[in-house]
Nanobody, 121 residues
Framework: QVQLVESGGGLVQAGGSLRLSCAAS????????MGWYRQAPGRQRELVAS???????NLADSVKGRFTISRDNAKNTVYLQMNSLKPEDTAVYYC???????????????WGQGTHVTVSS
């Protein structure tokens, strides 16, 4: 079982910045594919950014040029740096770990509890 704990959310004015952190348990963090998702009220959860175990990144079109995802395997932590925030970025942000289970073989998803981000206009 992998536990994910997000932090760094809060209230910020439009144009401001926040950095979200997600600390993961387990001794094999460097093997996990990690991602950040968000869910706004009344909307489906959507992928914001992802980073593979070898460091390849992917960003949603809506955040390209503003958000950056990174990881520190020594700290078992993945980050989401959010700049030039807009009111439409308001959502609950969830950390995701995608872990390969060799017994399947298949991938297993783990989720954090989420952290709220509110961007005021």
């Amino acid at each position: 079982q992998v536990q994910l704990v997000e932090s760094g959310g809060g209230l910020v004015q439009a144009g401001g910045s926040l950095r979200l952190s997600c600390a993961a348990s387990g001794s094999s963090f460097s093997l996990y594919n990690m991602g950040w998702y968000r869910q706004a009220p009344g909307r489906q959860r959507e992928l914001v950014a992802s980073i593979t175990n070898i460091g390849s990144t992917n960003l949603a079109d809506s955040v390209k040029g503003r958000f950056t995802i990174s990881r520190d395997n020594a700290k078992n932590t993945v980050y989401l740096q959010m700049n030039s925030l807009k009111p439409e970025d308001t959502a609950v942000y969830y950390c995701n770990a995608e872990i390969f289970d060799v017994s399947g073989p298949y991938y297993v998803d783990y989720w954090g509890q989420g952290t709220h981000v509110t961007v005021s206009s």
